[in-house]
């Protein structure tokens, strides 16, 4: 990573600290808008849990960068079942 680029990583987790501990506060103090803050929050960790998960399922690990044929394929196959479906009705 490119020194701007780790500056600019490290500003947005301080933000994001910075954001959690007043959230934390105000939830200690029982605020509605650390509530609703904490909703936020929760909904921006699953959202990025999910795509790392997905991530993680199709990278190969023999060849770290390279994405694996056979995951992609499966893929394609799920998302597809209805158009072979029909495909093999008519056949």
Excluded at 25 to 47: E, H, N, Y
């Amino acid at each position: 990573m490119t020194r701007p680029g780790s500056i600019g990583m490290a500003v947005f987790v301080a933000a994001l600290s910075v954001f959690g501990i007043a959230t934390g506060l105000g939830l200690l103090r029982m605020k509605q808008w650390a509530r609703i803050s904490t909703l936020i929050l929760a909904g921006f960790m699953a959202v990025m849990s999910l795509s790392a998960m997905a991530l993680l399922a199709t990278v190969s690990p023999e060849h770290p960068g390279r994405v694996r044929a056979d995951r992609i394929a499966l893929w394609f196959l799920i998302r597809n079942k209805p158009a072979f479906q029909r495909v093999g009705a008519t056949a």
